[in-house]
Nanobody, 112 residues
């Protein structure tokens, strides 16, 4: 099993930045960030493959940057130019030999 722990959420004003971290207990292949806004379904935000290739949803492209540090078994989500609609819980998901794993989420609140 792989345990994932997200951190870095908080309260920020519109236009501000936050950097989310996802720390894994073991190595993993691809890793994903998801966003769940209040009262809505969880939506995919970004992916980084085992080779380091990033992919983004249209809603965050150009504003968010996903990266990984394999030595630390960690993935990061740099969020810039934050908008009110970015508010919600951000979850990390990772694929490994043992399956797919989710973290508990970290809350991001963007004040307008």
């Amino acid at each position: 099993q792989v345990q994932l722990v997200e951190s870095g959420g908080g309260l920020v004003q519109t236009g501000g930045s936050l950097r989310l971290s996802c720390a894994a207990s073991r190595s993993f292949s691809s890793c994903y960030w998801y966003h769940q806004a209040p009262g809505k379904q969880r939506e995919w935000v970004a992916t980084i493959t085992s080779g380091g290739s990033p992919y983004y949803s249209d809603s965050v492209k150009g504003r968010f940057t996903i990266s990984r540090d394999n030595a630390k078994n960690a993935v990061y989500l740099q969020m810039d130019s934050l908008k009110f609609e970015d508010t919600g819980v951000y979850y990390c998901k990772a694929d490994s030999t043992w399956g797919t794993h989710w973290g508990q989420g970290t809350q991001v609140t963007v004040s307008s």
